[in-house]
T-cell receptor, first 116, second 110 residues
């Protein structure tokens, strides 16, 4: 049981390049999330999904896109990378069906992205 | 006012000390919270849940004060390994989203 996995661990992009950050969970969770965390700062929600085929914007969605074609995968696409997107990106998931009781949100190990 | 607010710290304490920090929340209807721990350059991980009756797990005690709208985390007999950032999480304010605080940094000194 690997939990939440993310690839790549590190990446350096040039301004204007595009890339996809991969996220996979093997816990059959319904809810998945993408956050970014700038140095010394808190988590900011980029996008989230409550199930396959359903996605919605978080607080900082500009410059990103997501898709959720399966329960397991929730890739994050960066188009036209900018230096402001230099950050650590965390994917997370949780079940979301716990009879009203808050359930644990599990995070992946993160992708460290630098845009130069 | 932010939905969840934390003192960023750092709180510098000697080994063996007791330290406590609070987290205030704005939604009076919130009833369920978590404390997460985040080590430097690592992902956040669940430390403990916070219920209205409080929660204790070894050296860690979490309390919820609904009248004043804050939760607290008390760490007794601090260890060097407790050095980390502690994130407060409101699990009920958002429909599908947990609301994370920006974290309180703790440094335990030898």
């Amino acid at each position: 049981n690997a939990g939440v996995t993310q690839t790549p661990k590190f990446r350096i992009l040039k301004i204007g390049q595009s890339m996809t950050l991969q996220c996979t969970q093997d816990m059959n969770h319904n809810y998945m999330y993408w956050y970014r965390q700038d140095p010394g700062m808190g988590l900011k929600l980029i996008y989230y999904s409550v199930g396959a085929g359903i996605t919605d914007k978080g607080e900082v969605p500009n410059g990103y896109n997501v898709s959720r074609s399966t329960t397991e995968d929730f890739p994050l696409r960066l188009e036209l990378a900018a230096p402001s997107q230099t950050s650590v990106y965390f994917c997370a998931s949780r079940n979301g069906l716990a009879g009203g009781v808050a359930d644990t949100q599990y995070f992946g190990p993160g992708t460290r992205l630098t845009v130069l | 006012r932010k939905e969840v607010e934390q003192d960023p710290g750092p709180f510098n304490v000697p080994e063996g000390a007791t330290v406590a920090f609070n987290c205030t929340y704005s939604n009076s209807a919130s009833q369920s919270f978590f404390w997460y721990r985040q080590d430097c350059r690592k992902e956040p991980k669940l430390l403990m849940s916070v219920y209205s009756s409080g929660n204790e797990d070894g050296r860690f005690t979490a309390q919820l004060n609904r009248a004043s709208q804050y939760i607290s985390l008390l760490i007794r007999d601090s260890k060097l390994s407790d050095s980390a950032t502690y994130l407060c999480v409101d699990t009920t304010s958002g429909t599908y989203k947990y609301i994370f605080g920006t974290g309180t940094r703790l440094k335990v000194l030898a």
